[in-house]
């Protein structure tokens, strides 16, 4: 006898529907107007010219499967970074590991804790996996860490903690980090997303390295899209070998693809084009601030490659007019409405020929 009450297609498991997808930012400008693609925190100066070169050598070997464990590639982070290769873990873009980790310590009803304001695939992730997002307000647009302890229960498996923050640019001191991990119980995974290391040049910043060497539940990510490579989706993990020996058995075999591991060891190599992204970064994330500033607006303070830009309640100069405006004219910002910012644009830093438009093109539509 048939079932009346039967699905009549097949139907994700319970929660997957109530997960709220992640809209990447804009990417096109209007017909016959020059893009400035401001949005995604990508590097203005593009891939690094060695990379470059090296995803060209590896175009003609496209039929050869990859180095499963992308094992030169871990070697050359290694040698940069003073690691032991062992240790680490290379993905497709830091987010896939970010969802391996909360696959592999998370199950059904347990808790994971990240800030208001943090990067959206943290709740994406935790709720896939089945637990439960623990949201924590921030203080001043940044991480309190006397807030976060306070919500750490039985439940509690993961902390997620982006050091810098995006999309706030706001950062964590070390001494900081320390209080907090020295707060968690052992069998809390701290996992410090620093996505943004390169670009702090601060005396009191660690992406987290030498907290992962000391300990036995702490996690570093980090990822080359923000150096020029966005497009080749590589991100790795630095971790305690317990937790490496469980990611190396969730992950997918041949995760890292050829193009992407040979670009990444040369990039990994090209110091120079290292140095001369940060230097480009820190002279034009100053200037941008002090711009916005004059013109009258809020910025986050930043440490990234990106500002947070807050905008007047008058309601003639909202973020969504601004971002009209600017879109019109081909640059294209980001909207924060979904990380609880409605009045407020990301910018990441551009070209000078970009940062500069903005600028001009932000003045005259505070004037209208």
Sequence with gaps: MSNTNAPTRPQPKPGVMDIDAYVPGKSTAPAGVKLHKLSSNENP???SPKAIAAAREVAGKLDIYPDGTARRL??????AHGLNAANIVCSNGSDEILGL???TYLSPGDEAIFTEHAFMVYKIYVKAAGGTPVIVKERDER????????????????LFLANPNNPTGTYLPFDEIRRLHAGLPPHVLFVLDAAYAEFVRRNDYEAGIE???SSDNVVMTRTFSKLGLGGARIGWMYAPLPIVDAINRMRGPFNVNAVAIEAGIAAVHDRAYLELSVTHNERWRTWLTEQFTALGLRVTPSVGNFLLVHFPEDGRHSAAAADAYLTERGYVLRAVTGYGFPNALRM?????????GVIDALSEFLKS
């Design 101 to 103: 980790l909360a696959q």
């Design 143 to 158: 991480a309190d860490v006397d807030a976060i302890l306070a919500a750490v229960t039985p439940r509690t498996k993961i």
């Design 211 to 213: 907290l992962v060497s």
């Design 348 to 356: 990441s830093v551009g070209t000078e020929e970009a940062n500069r």
């Design 45 to 47: 100066l593009g891939p």
């Design 74 to 79: 871990r070697e050359a982070l290694a040698e």
